[in-house]
């Protein structure tokens, strides 16, 4: 079967694709590691548009000189399979590193991506707000859409590990399991009690 007559390539071309897709996958989720969760949660106008502009740029990269039906294909193939192994390569870390927090507790969470709480028991955490570049005002739309009028009706906001916020209510218990997974979950909880009886 002659691959540049049914899909306008060769086999030298698809390699290429291969080989490039395969750089440009590792170099994009390198750039939105260093962006950081808040990247993912709340962008700014600037860093959309810049995002937007890099996934065009690694899009046509990656199709080669000459983009064809085939290069789109071989892309696409690349992706899904190397999305594929780094997510099969997440599941197993994430389980040898519970196994390891099961055998010493606390030296796991330092190792891998965690929560973090941004509001504990009504007080922002200023230091996890400029360290995740979360702004007072992207910090208050989300307390908006949750239906919050003030810090006092806040127990916890929590930057998920996929940029989402999670904000739980005051005057509601929180189960300790709710705070798996969040960074210093003990800490938390104890400030979490400590205003619940005052």
Known sequence: MDLGYSFGF???TA?????????????FVGVLALSGQRLLA????????LFTVLGAVVGRSLL???????????????????EAVSGRLRTLRSR????????????ADK????????VVAGRPVNEELRRRRVTEVALWSVLRQAGIRSYAEVALVVLEVNGRFSV???????????LAGVRDANGIRARLEGHSTT
């Open 15 to 27: 390699l290429t694709v291969v080989v490039s897709t395969t750089v440009l996958y590792f170099v």
């Open 168 to 178: 739980l209510r005051t005057g509601e218990p929180i189960h300790p399991s709710a």
């Open 96 to 107: 040898h590193a519970e196994e390891r927090r099961s055998h010493a507790e606390g030296r």
């Open 10 to 12: 060769d086999l030298t």
């Open 42 to 49: 709340v962008p700014t106008s600037l860093e959309l548009a």
């Open 111 to 118: 190792d891998r991506a965690k929560a973090v709480a941004l």
């Open 64 to 82: 080669g000189p000459e983009p064809s039906l085939g290069a789109g294909l071989v892309a696409i193939a690349t992706l899904f399979s190397l």
